[in-house]
T-cell receptor
Framework: GENVEQHPSTLSVQEGDSAVIKCTYSDSASNYFPWYKQELGKRPQLIIDIRSNVGEKKDQRIAVTLNKTAKHFSLHITETQPEDSAVYFCAAIISNFGNEKLTFGTGTRLTIIP | SAVISQKPSRDICQRGTSLTIQCQVDSQVTMMFWYRQQPGQSLTLIATANQGSEATYESGFVIDKFPISRPNLTFSTLTVSNMSPEDSSIYLC??????????FGPGTRLTVL
């Protein structure tokens, strides 16, 4: 089955700087890659996703890049703010609207230092 | 998106008892899932709730311990049976919409004494 590795496990950045979280996946058939943000005591929330037919997607300060050849994808947060502090999970799935299951990474705890 | 509610939001239970968690979504969804999340850990899939048939369980999870029902396209229950302190965790309902996007419910925080 699919295996997703996520790095780093913890990340501290100065407010205003950029943060990058990286994930690798094992199954080349995976074609959908969502990112979730989980604040303390809250549910995981989908913040951005990318499908394998594009290499990059951006939404304001958040962007995701995908390298299918190398089988890795990354989350980029620019101009970080204190409210970006949370745990971030990447995931991968072979999506063809069937019964496939998301495989999650182990999470990255991001701390923004004021 | 989908609006998902779970009941109860939290509970404290005695060892040996059972707790049923309810998940309600505001629209028909293609798939419903149940996850467990230990403190500081990632999300572990317990099972896929199938409408009108038996749930599909992941390795390490069995129907006798975690019976699941899904009588229609918007509702599912997860029962944690014969609980022990090791079952203390957050249990999350999750749904996948027709666009293949997956959302999570607010979770149920279970403490077993």
């Amino acid at each position: 089955g699919e295996n997703v590795e996520q790095h780093p496990s913890t990340l501290s950045v100065q407010e205003g700087d950029s943060a990058v979280i990286k994930c690798t996946y094992s199954d080349s058939a995976s074609n959908y890659f969502p990112w979730y943000k989980q604040e303390l005591g809250k549910r995981p929330q989908l913040i951005i996703d990318i499908r394998s037919n594009v290499g990059e997607k951006k939404d304001q300060r958040i962007a995701v890049t995908l390298n299918k050849t190398a089988k890795h994808f990354s989350l980029h947060i620019t101009e970080t703010q204190p409210e970006d502090s949370a745990v971030y999970f990447c995931a991968a799935i072979i999506s063809n609207f069937g019964n496939e299951k998301l495989t999650f990474g182990t999470g990255t705890r991001l701390t923004i230092i004021p | 998106s989908a609006v998902i509610s779970q009941k109860p939001s939290r509970d404290i239970c005695q060892r040996g008892t059972s707790l049923t968690i309810q998940c309600q979504v505001d629209s028909q969804v293609t798939m419903m899932f149940w996850y467990r999340q230990q403190p500081g850990q990632s999300l572990t899939l317990i099972a896929t709730a199938n409408q009108g048939s038996e749930a599909t369980y992941e390795s390490g999870f069995v129907i006798d311990k975690f019976p699941i029902s899904r009588p229609n396209l918007t509702f599912s229950t997860l029962t944690v049976s014969n609980m022990s302190p090791e079952d203390s965790s957050i249990y999350l309902c999750s749904v996948r919409t027709g666009s293949d996007t997956q959302y999570f419910g607010p979770g149920t925080r279970l403490t077993v004494l």
